[in-house]
Nanobody, 110 residues
C-alpha cells in the first residue's frame, strides 16, 4: 500500500510537503504520480516522476510552484508545494502502478 502524510490547512502563499511511502514493497522502475480532486471536480494529474532518468512532469497549474522528488532509500516520493493558492484546495493522492494512496486534504485559506 501507499501511505501518505503531510497536508493540512495553510494560508495563501504558504507551503506544505506531502509524502507518499511504499509499505510492503519497493518502488522499482517506477512512474509515480500525484493527483488531486477538488470538490465537484474530476481528479486531475498534477505531477509525475520517472525512475529511469529522474525526469519530472508538471501540470501547468502547478508548474514553478510544486516540486516532485523521490528518496529511493526510503521508498518515498514527495510533493513540495509552495506559493499555495485557494484553488489548490483539494484532496491529494499519490499513485504507483495500481496502488493509490489514501488521500490527504490540503486546504488553502484566503
Amino acid at each position: 500500500q501507499l501511505v501518505q502524510s503531510g497536508g493540512g490547512l495553510v494560508h495563501v502563499g504558504g507551503s506544505l510537503r506531502l509524502s507518499c511511502a511504499a509499505s510492503g514493497f519497493a518502488f522499482e522502475d517506477y512512474a509515480i504520480g500525484w493527483f488531486r480532486q477538488a470538490p465537484g471536480k474530476e481528479r486531475e494529474g498534477i505531477s509525475c516522476i520517472y525512475s529511469e532518468d529522474g525526469s519530472t512532469l508538471y501540470a501547468g497549474s502547478v508548474k514553478g510552484r510544486f516540486t516532485i522528488s523521490s528518496d529511493n532509500a526510503r521508498n518515498t516520493v514527495y510533493l513540495q508545494m509552495n506559493s499555495l493558492k485557494p484553488e489548490d484546495t483539494a484532496v491529494y493522492y499519490c499513485k504507483y502502478s495500481n496502488y493509490w494512496g489514501q488521500g490527504t486534504q490540503v486546504t488553502v485559506s484566503s
